[in-house]
């Protein structure tokens, strides 16, 4: 198997279920049942994995994978994750405004002025809305909310997000004008 290009997890296999080879799998997909429909999985070493059977259960998913038949099997996989290629993922079932987290991943934050404040180095959901994690060199890590009051504009081919700075609390400068089309000034 060759190496993924550009490989999005989808998932992180847990303990094993039962006896007959059936793994607990934290799923990262919107509809958790959904994870065999995006083809077959990639592991960091190499390995595929076909889904046979999914169903449901509280927190998580139980799946059955071609080729792991019995409990011993299935605890050796305990904390493996499961890729794709960012090619299997339907992109024409997104709104306008709706993106998956691996395509913002590397895209450079930058005010209207062209200040640059780093690239997203990761994207995150703890429960009160979508932050985004900025890095840049010399710099230590920040996130900022991913709403469209910070977020002002996406462009994936630019590879460049458009930020208001003050919305996004990278600054306290009120006065500042953060320019671009899309600018209101705030009092």
Excluded: C
Aim: proline share 5%; charged share 30%.
């Amino acid at each position: 198997m060759s190496k993924l290009e550009n490989p999005v997890l989808m998932a992180t296999i847990g303990a094993a279920q039962g006896l007959r080879g059936e793994v607990r799998v934290k799923s990262f997909t919107d509809d958790p049942t959904a994870l065999g429909d995006y083809g077959n999985l990639h592991s960091v070493d190499g390995r595929v994995f076909e889904v046979l059977e999914i169903r449901e259960a509280k927190n998580v998913v139980i799946v059955r994978f071609r080729g792991v038949n019995d409990r011993n099997a299935a605890e050796a996989l305990n904390g493996l994750d499961l890729f794709i290629e960012r090619d299997n993922l339907p992109d024409d079932d997104l709104d306008d405004d709706e993106f998956f987290y691996a395509d913002l991943e590397g895209l450079e934050a930058i005010d209207g002025n062209g200040t640059s404040y780093g690239k997203v180095s990761g994207v995150f959901d703890f429960g009160a809305g979508d932050l985004l994690e900025l890095k840049g060199p010399g710099r230590r890590p920040v996130l900022i909310p991913f709403t469209e009051w910070s977020v002002l504009e996406i462009d994936l081919d630019a590879g460049k997000l458009l930020v208001d700075p003050v919305a996004a609390g990278l600054t306290d400068d009120k006065d500042q004008d953060p320019g671009g089309p899309f600018s209101a000034k705030r009092k």
